[in-house]
């Protein structure tokens, strides 16, 4: 039933009760007054917007089990968990134990949901093994490819500072150098501690839209829209919505659209940069 036109719709809607009751149970076992302040709901919805994303990249690669359950994961991590622990480092948000209750929990349902996806979302085919991944990698990591990777990582910095400092309405500095100042000097971490992080978000973002590429072989217009929707609802918009409540409408709205502008940006350099052409 899950191939059907129906099943469009129930396997992410699925995933999304799978996301919001792994993400919840996990949260109680690490942090039970925390987990009681989560809106069930408003998880649920997150894991249907993530299974809507995941569909298009899944049900084409011809992964074998183990290798679409690390691949999941990965990009369930890279785009959205892990990437979004190097940003909050630049932020300065609290790292407090609560914090990392909810960054524990979301990183073992990123490895439910690679498990839950090889069951709902299965390829028609299975024959793309890790070892074809590793030795495909080998042979096309040079020189050339790790110059690009650390050019993606210099323009996520470039993004990331210029268009907070242009599109951040909620800066206290009216000027774009004062904001460009504003945000170098926010604590706690040095500038270049800064630049440190938001090049390795890059880098790790670029390094798996080349491995995307690798296996995800459209148009650059389709690999744009679906590898773009599927690190910005991973990394802005599902965990904005999942916590749509305790955010004020003018930062959630700051926040989705600078996301967005940023994340599109920079995939879609990235897909330029190592899009295998059509043959």
Known sequence: MLQTSLGKYLA?????????????LLLRWFDTELALLQDFTMQFLAGVL????????IKVIYWKPTTGFVMISLIMLVFGTLGNVLLNFVWGT???PGYWAVIKSEIL??????????VLLPPPQYNISLGWIFRRLKKNLNSLILGKLLVCGGLQVLLFFGLQAWLDDTMTSSGFNER????ANLPPLELQEKILLIGT?????????????MFFLRSFFEQLVVIGS?????????PAFANFQQIEPLLLVDQIFIGLCRTFALVGFAVWMFRRPLE
Not at 50 to 57: D, K, M, W
Not at 109 to 117: D, E, F, N, S, Y
Request: hydrophobic content about 60%.
């Open 50 to 57: 993530i299974g809507f994303s995941l569909r298009p990249v």
């Open 230 to 238: 599927l690190a910005f609802v991973l990394g802005i918009f599902a």
């Open 12 to 24: 992410p809607t699925s995933m999304g009760a799978g996301y919001a009751i792994s993400k919840v």
């Open 109 to 118: 349902t990123a490895l439910v949901i690679g498990a839950l996806a090889l």
């Open 180 to 183: 460009i100042q504003e945000l």
């Open 94 to 96: 609290p790292m407090d």
């Open 201 to 213: 978000h890059g880098i790790l973002t670029s390094l798996l839209v080349l491995l995307l590429c």
